[in-house]
Nanobody, 125 residues
């Protein structure tokens, strides 16, 4: 069983930055495609960013491309999301995700095998 624990959420003004971190425990994180998703009130969970097992493959949602950066450290079993130039529409609960399938990247919530508990990000205007 894999456990994912996020940290780093909070309240920030528009234009500010936050860094989310996720610790993977139970099994080595290198065996999983990792990613971040988010869910705003009344909306479905949506893809934000994903990174392949070795870290060489990365993809972002168009809404965050150029502002967010995903990274992973398999030696420390962590994945991070650096969020810059935050906008009020980035407000959501952010979830760390792990996929142990054959995909090289994970962009669909239905492909995720393990979820973290979520961390709230609120961007004020």
């Amino acid at each position: 069983q894999v456990q994912l624990v996020e940290s780093g959420g909070g309240l920030v003004q528009a234009g500010g930055s936050l860094r989310l971190s996720c610790v993977v425990s139970g099994r080595p994180s290198g065996g999983y495609v990792l990613g971040w998703f988010r869910q705003a009130p009344g909306q479905e969970r949506e893809f934000v960013a994903t990174i392949s097992r070795p870290g060489s493959g990365i993809d972002y949602a168009s809404s965050v491309k150029g502002r967010f950066t995903i990274s992973r450290d398999n030696a420390k079993n962590t994945v991070a999301l650096q969020m810059n130039s935050l906008k009020p529409e980035d407000t959501a609960v952010y979830y760390c995700a792990a996929d142990n399938g054959r995909r090289s990247l994970t962009t669909k919530p239905s492909d995720v095998d393990y979820w973290g508990q979520g961390t709230q990000v609120t961007v004020s205007s």
